[in-house]
């Protein structure tokens, strides 16, 4: 297959981890936190990531099966943990946390809950990897070459959350506040549609 080819493999991962939606919810999540530690967050999390994706790419459902988890529990469980998360920016726990967090030496970070897992290498894009590099008579190039796509729309994860900087500027406190309660509600909505998923998946309901 001509790289070109790999235009829909592209558009498929790039709409299911939205980089573009994800920007706003890294403003809010790293609040308050310097360029530098924002930078370090960024890209923790998208090595994270990028390792969790191609674990899954490679290795595929295997693991799941390994593990005796299904995609639907799978899916459930990411929900779940959304939902907690989003609780805690509807109710200002994040920050409450922060603060008595400061004279620590381990301040609050997001970079591998919840922003590598589930928010970028979430149920949907790991169910996307496992049937990206699990079609029939798939190679070894193929499959390198479905890794380098993913990686290229991590590339363009890192390259929005390092705008939050800006981005918080131009909000300001009172817009982040707006901002942090408004992705809450958009988030916690998220969390259910996951567990929805899963339990019709599941032919729950």
């Known amino acids: ?5 790999y ?3 592209f558009v498929a991962l790039f709409v299911i981890i939205d980089p573009i939606g994800l920007a706003p919810l890294f403003v809010a999540l790293t609040a308050g936190q310097t360029v530098g530690e924002r930078r370090v967050v960024a890209l923790r ?8 994706l191609t674990l899954f790419g490679l290795a595929g459902e295997a693991v799941l099966n390994f593990l005796g988890i299904s995609m639907p529990a799978f899916r459930i469980a990411g929900g779940v943990l959304l939902f907690l998360t989003a609780l805690d920016m ?3 726990r994040r920050s409450q946390r922060r603060q008595g967090q400061a004279d620590t ?3 609050d970070d997001p970079s591998v809950f919840p922003l590598a897992i589930p928010l970028i290498a979430g149920p949907g894009a790991i169910a996307t990897m496992i049937l990206l590099t699990g079609q029939d008579g798939a190679d070894v190039l193929h499959i390198a070459i479905v890794h380098g796509v993913m990686a290229l729309v991590l590339a363009c994860v890192f390259g929005l959350f390092l705008l939050a900087a800006p981005l918080e500027r131009a909000l300001g406190p009172t817009g982040i506040n707006v901002v942090t309660r ?3 509600m958009l988030l916690a909505a998220l969390s259910v549609q996951f567990v929805i998923d899963g339990m019709r998946d599941l032919q729950v309901i």
């Open 7 to 9: 235009i829909p493999a």
């Open 105 to 107: 030496a381990h301040p």
């Open 45 to 52: 999390a998208c090595l994270v990531a990028f390792g969790i």
């Open 90 to 92: 509807l109710f200002e």
């Open 182 to 184: 408004l992705l809450g």
């Open 1 to 5: 297959m001509e790289l070109a080819g």
